[in-house]
Nanobody, 123 residues
Framework: QVQLVESGGGLVQAGGSLRLSCAAS????????MAWFRQAPGKEREFVAA????????YYQDSVKGRFTISRDNAKNTVYLQMNNLKLEDTAVYYC????????????????WGQGTQVTVSS
C-alpha cells in the first residue's frame, strides 16, 4: 500500500497551465504504475493519463493528448501532471492513483487513491 497526496490544483484561465504533483509514501513507490483520473460534477470519474513503474511508457485520454504530460521521479516518490493549454472542460477534481502491475486506464483496477485536488478553468 502507498499513501498518496495531491497538490498543485487551483484556478486558472483558459489557455493557462498548471502542474499537479502527487507525493507517495512507502519504499515501494517505484514498483507501482501511476495514473491521474478526474471527476467533474455530475459526471463519472474518467481516465486522464498513466505511466509505467519506470516511466518508460505513457498513456493519455485522447482529449488531453498534446496538452498534458505525465511523469514521475522515483527518487522523490512523486508523480506529476503538467497541464498546458487548459480548457473549460478540464475543470474537475483530479485524483492520483497507484497500482502494482500494468498501467491501466480503468479506475476500478487501482486500489490506492489520493484525496483529490480541484482544478478550475475559467473563461
Amino acid at each position: 500500500q502507498v499513501q498518496l497526496v495531491e497538490s498543485g490544483g487551483g484556478l486558472v484561465q483558459a489557455g493557462g497551465s498548471l502542474r499537479l504533483s502527487c507525493a507517495a509514501s512507502g519504499r515501494t513507490f517505484s514498483t507501482y504504475a501511476m495514473a491521474w483520473f478526474r471527476q467533474a460534477p455530475g459526471k463519472e470519474r474518467e481516465f486522464v493519463a498513466a505511466l509505467t513503474w519506470n516511466g518508460g511508457s505513457t498513456y493519455y485520454q485522447d482529449s488531453v493528448k498534446g496538452r498534458f504530460t505525465i511523469s514521475r521521479d522515483n527518487a522523490k516518490n512523486t508523480v506529476y501532471l503538467q497541464m498546458n493549454n487548459l480548457k473549460l472542460e478540464d475543470t474537475a477534481v483530479y485524483y492520483c492513483a497507484a497500482r502494482q502491475g500494468y498501467a491501466s486506464g480503468q479506475f476500478y483496477q487501482y486500489d490506492n487513491w489520493g484525496q483529490g485536488t480541484q482544478v478550475t478553468v475559467s473563461s
